[in-house]
């Protein structure tokens, strides 16, 4: 488990209504403000020199890697994960596949090549990157996760058992913190994730770029970074833990067309 999951007090910042509203509108401009100039595209630029860069034993690039629609097939393959994938027999998200890839076509230890998933604000990791290049290239196209294999519905159950399943010290289940209306934590309004209404707008802007930390954001992070604060032990990247609820958000906001790489706080 991180040490940063205790360093952290949880605050937990119920503002009274009217209070709300205003700072609602107040943070719905600043996304706006951001969104005109994202830095997002940066991460686009070094994600796609990293895509074609020779890397590992193999000294190949990852331009072959099959993303579902085919060998280097990137239009409109992340508004279709995740999805189940054959060569690999499981549901895959964007980053466990990624990670496949570059085992099997680059020759890469699976240790080495997820040392270092999570990058800092000066020193973006190769996922961050790459997921920022290839997300891109679903802009405009609707969400539509895989649903019809019977492991993406098992994995669509287990995600969905996930997000209602109260466990570790605190008890809490996302539920806790996303299950009702109105909630806010540091201001940030918490989305009801396993309503459609509020799916949508999430899962068609991640990843994203975090304005408050200057960092490039994956949903894979989102995932690890939320049971932290759920003061859970941290989850396994690319597990069968975190693509199960990846699949479960992502099917839930389905139909969404994609505009990220999204802006978060
Ligand atoms: C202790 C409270 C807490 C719990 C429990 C929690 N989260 Fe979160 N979650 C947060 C906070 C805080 C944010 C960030 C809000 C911000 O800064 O915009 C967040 C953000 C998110 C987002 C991004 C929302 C957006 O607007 O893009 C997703 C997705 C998410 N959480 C999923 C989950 C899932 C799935 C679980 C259960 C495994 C979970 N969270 C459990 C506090 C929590």
């Not at 890839?101 to 190769?126: I, N």
């Not at 209306?181 to 802007?205: C, F, N, W």
């Not at 989102?222 to 992502?250: H, K, W």
Request: glycine letters at 8%.
């Amino acid at each position: 488990m991180r040490l940063a999951a205790f360093a952290f007090p949880l605050v937990f910042f119920f503002v009274p209504s009217a209070l709300a509203q205003d700072s609602s509108r107040a943070i719905k401009r600043y996304r706006e403000m951001v969104a005109e100039g994202s830095p997002a595209e940066l991460f686009e630029v070094e994600g796609e020199a990293l895509w074609k860069k020779p890397q590992g034993p193999n000294k190949v690039s990852l331009e072959k890697c099959d993303l579902g629609g085919g060998p280097g097939v990137l239009k409109g393959a992340y508004a279709r994960l995740p999805r189940y994938f054959k060569d690999a027999d499981r549901v895959m998200d964007l980053e466990t596949r990624l990670l496949h890839c570059m085992v099997t076509l680059q020759g890469r230890k699976r240790a080495e090549a997820a040392a270092r998933v999570f990058g800092s604000a000066d020193r973006p990791s190769e996922m961050e990157s790459l997921s920022a290049y290839i997300a891109a290239q679903s802009r405009g196209m609707e969400m539509a996760p895989g649903l019809s294999h019977p492991k993406e519905k098992e994995a669509y159950a287990m995600g969905r058992a996930l997000y209602f399943y109260r466990a570790g010290a605190w008890d809490f289940s996302c539920m806790s913190c996303h299950g009702e209306e109105g909630k806010r934590i540091r201001m940030q309004d918490l989305p009801v994730l396993y309503k459609p209404e509020h799916a949508r707008a999430v899962v068609s802007t991640w990843p994203a770029y975090r304005v408050s930390t200057s960092q490039f954001i994956t949903l894979q992070w989102r995932m690890n970074n939320c049971y932290q604060q759920m003061r859970m032990p941290e989850p396994d990247f690319g597990s069968d833990t975190t693509v199960a609820l990846i699949v479960f958000l992502t099917a839930t906001g389905k139909g969404e067309p994609y505009r990220g790489p999204g802006n978060k706080r």
